[in-house]
């Protein structure tokens, strides 16, 4: 194996070491939504016609879980190899900053990935979604877990210690995800409420990765895309550019 991909392994087996703690809380995390959720809104709450609200959940439980896990990945990562004096290590190698960007954001979307994976094998049981565009779930779940892992590489970079990383994770991961029709669709709330969480990047994902089982969507996929896509873009390349910099990792 060449630098990066030494590194990516490396990444990998960080979180997969630990994997009851980084794969199996949050699978047990999903399913207590769901439980709680779903017994308590499957008779009040009605989308998409014919759709159940068990089988509505299961999408957005699974992507909540997926941007939350690969945020969770390189963020944590980064704050872990600056606090513990590690980090010098891999500044001593030749590895650029694309092969870093590689290797945090791939190992964060396998996470994410695969943490999706088992959410959706215990949560399925409760309601059965179909597959009407296998495809959109793919780019949605890949292009998503991306996002949140650069995301969290910007964060793991500013953040100095872990209750910085604290306030990142509860003030802007968590309520942009619960405020991004996880549980809900966006056109059951008030006009003013619909404005603001068309603001929310984050609603995009999931209303995209939804519309891969349902075939049906809050917003066209193609502007969920195309949304998803400059996010991506602009995000990686803040991402990219701090690492090149040695933005507090090079003092």
Same mark, same amino acid.
């Given at each position: ?6 590194? +990516? ?15 199996? /809380? ?12 779903? *017994? $308590?809104?499957?008779?009040? $709450? ?8 068990? #089988? ?15 945020? /969770?990945?390189?963020?944590?990562? %980064? ?19 694309? *092969? ?15 943490? &999706?994976? &088992? ?16 495809? @959109? ?15 969290? =590489?910007?964060?793991?970079? @500013? ?5 910085? %990383? /604290? ?19 966006? *056109?059951? +709330?008030?006009? /003013?409420?619909?404005?603001?969480? *068309? ?12 519309? &891969? ?11 969920? +895309?195309?949304? $998803?896509?400059? #996010?991506?873009?602009?995000?990686? @390349?803040?991402?990219?550019? =701090? +690492? ?8």
């Amino acid at each position: 194996m060449n630098g990066w991909q030494t590194l +990516l392994y490396k990444e990998v087996l960080r979180f997969w070491k630990v994997g009851f703690q980084t794969v199996g /809380a949050p699978i047990l995390t999903a399913v207590l939504y769901m439980l709680i959720f779903g *017994h $308590v809104l499957q008779d009040e $709450v009605k989308v998409y016609g014919s759709v159940s609200y068990t #089988a509505f959940l299961v999408p957005g439980l699974v992507m909540m879980s997926v941007l939350q896990n690969a945020f /969770a990945n390189s963020s944590s990562s %980064m704050i872990q190899s600056k606090i513990m004096g590690n980090l010098v290590f891999l500044l001593l190698t030749p590895l650029s900053h694309w *092969h870093w960007f590689v290797a945090y954001v791939g190992s964060s979307v396998l996470r994410g990935l695969a943490v &999706g994976t &088992g959410v959706f094998a215990v949560t399925v049981y409760f309601g059965r979604p179909s597959f009407e565009a296998p495809l @959109w779930i793919v780019v949605f779940a890949v292009l998503g877990a991306a996002l949140l892992g650069a995301l969290g =590489l910007i964060a793991g970079l @500013w953040a100095e210690k872990f209750d910085q %990383m /604290a306030v990142f994770q509860n003030f802007v991961i968590m309520p942009l995800t619960f405020l991004s029709g996880v549980f809900y669709s966006i *056109h059951s +709330l008030p006009p /003013a409420w619909q404005t603001v969480s *068309h603001l929310n990047p984050f609603f995009y994902m999931i209303d995209g990765f939804r519309y &891969g089982f349902f075939g049906v969507s809050d917003v066209s996929p193609w502007i969920s +895309l195309g949304i $998803v896509g400059v #996010a991506l873009i602009g995000v990686s @390349w803040i991402a990219v550019h =701090l +690492l090149k910099i040695g933005y507090k990792i090079r003092h």
